[in-house]
């Protein structure tokens, strides 16, 4: 999640996280199902394996914890151990593969020390990688340097297969102390093409850009403040919330360009005593004042529209506003514009009018018009059915225990049983004639057979 990032203090090593906010009970777990790792039994080390990834974000920071200990102790050569499973580092030659796997496979016999620290870092590494928080990719990144790189492959390989989601966590690795750390993570963004802060922020996922973000906030990374404030006013909330809380990790840092940005928005320079606290608050206030201005007059425009059975322009205007503002409080006055111009369509445009009612489904699950549109979904289902051949009754049944009053389900129901009783009619008229033909013919054998033998000569 997100907000696990305000956890990780800029000035303190990364491995070092407190497991003071994992649950009392999971490192005692945790400690438990990693000794099982070394069981002679396979089954039970790769159970034990399987358990581990299941711990999930709640057991990061014991993760991290215990990769920080495997890193202090240097008995252990791992080399060997990797050696033995006959995978190929990632580059290298042949197809690669999973080295835990085929870690497990290995009996832990004679391997000693080493191979207990082999399993242990590289299951840890999997269920960091699968639990794909920043803090736990920032754990597991740190491992790519220990034991003379000997882990960098599996590290690599988990990086380069989470791409943007990997981005926050290497940018907390990337102001971790130690040199060499600060360059190579520097070095992973760069090859996943995460240059410059402005790189950084260019994904899809809203997800992984609040993360970014948040990461840029809690390291205090100078350069990227500009970019961070850029999407204080953004219209995705959880966005511009990440932004306004990594603001909020700069502190002072950011206050010259909170004031530049009050006086272009206000015309006026912001008082000189100002807490910074209040300076943030006055200038999101005046922001979200100038952005709801422009999404609430388009909305009404919308409600005038559909009030006035300007249907298509009214859904144009909430496609609008829903594009800029998805997380608008009022959305649920937007579903009876949908309903009705789905209708209003589905005659037409069936195809349209089920992408409208499922618009209008969304905006409002639980609403009073939630139980209609999910008839008149069932309604189309039924008609497209009819449409290929099949007459199915039940996505018209469903339609009417859904909403009593679809008259239109009613009548495809009625339809249907008409039709049935015209082909039940056909079919009873056609075995009658067949029986009546059957009839004729065998009373014709009956009465004709005999006769005909009577006259054969004896």
Not at 100 to 122: E, F, H, N, S
Request: net charge negative; aromatic share 4%; proline share 6%.
């Amino acid at each position: 999640m997100v907000a696990s990032l305000s956890a990780v203090a800029s000035a303190q090593p990364l491995p070092a996280a407190s497991a003071s906010s994992v649950p009392e009970e999971r490192a005692p777990a945790l400690a438990g199902t990693l000794g099982q790792l070394v069981s002679p039994d396979r089954n039970m080390r790769r159970a034990a394996a399987r358990s581990i990834e299941m711990m999930g974000a709640a057991a990061t920071s014991a993760m991290t914890d215990e990769l920080a200990r495997l890193r202090d102790e240097h008995a252990a050569d791992v080399a060997s151990v990797l050696a033995m499973t006959r995978v190929p580092p990632e580059g290298a030659a042949g197809d690669g593969g999973d080295r835990l796997d085929a870690v497990l496979d290995l009996p832990p016999d004679g391997a000693g020390p080493a191979y207990r620290q082999t399993v242990t870092t590289l299951c840890l590494i999997r269920a960091l990688a699968k639990t794909a928080t920043p803090t736990a990719v920032a754990g597991f990144a740190l491992v790519a340097l220990d034991a003379h790189g000997a882990f960098r492959p599996d590290v690599t390989r988990h990086l380069t297969e989470l791409g943007d989601g990997a981005v926050a966590g290497l940018i907390l690795a990337s102001h971790a102390r130690g040199q060499a750390m600060q360059k190579w993570a520097t070095t992973t963004l760069e090859g996943l093409g995460k240059r410059t802060p402005g790189d950084a922020v260019q994904t899809r996922s809203k997800e992984a850009l609040a993360n970014v973000l948040l990461a840029y906030g809690t390291t205090h990374d100078a350069d990227a403040l500009g970019v961070v404030q850029s999407f204080v006013n953004a219209d995705r909330r959880l966005v511009r919330d990440a932004a306004r809380d990594a603001i909020a990790m700069y502190g002072d840092e950011a206050v010259p360009k909170l004031r530049e940005s009050y006086g272009l928005l206000t015309g006026e320079a912001p008082p000189i005593d100002w807490p910074t606290p209040w300076l943030r608050k006055k200038l999101f206030d005046v922001m979200d004042r100038i952005r709801l201005e422009d999404v609430d007059a388009r909305v009404h425009e919308g409600l005038t529209a559909a009030g006035q059975g300007r249907l298509a322009e009214a859904v144009a205007d909430f496609d609008d506003v829903l594009a800029r503002q998805p997380d608008w409080d009022h959305k649920a006055e937007m579903v009876p514009a949908y309903v009705f111009y789905a209708q209003s369509i589905a005659a037409r445009d069936r195809n349209a009018a089920r992408a409208h009612l499922e618009k209008a489904l969304r905006l409002d699950p639980d609403g009073p018009r939630a139980t209609q549109i999910e008839s008149m979904l069932a309604l189309l289902e039924g008609k497209d059915l009819e449409d290929r051949g099949v007459s199915d009754v039940e996505p018209f049944r469903q339609a009417l225990r859904l909403d009593p009053a679809n008259a239109e389900a009613q009548a495809a129901l009625l339809r249907i049983d008409d039709g049935a009783a015209v082909r039940q009619e056909r079919w009873r008229r056609r075995f009658l004639e067949g029986s009546g033909a059957l009839v004729a013919l065998s009373l014709a054998i009956l009465f004709v057979g005999p006769r005909r033998r009577s006259r054969a000569p004896r």
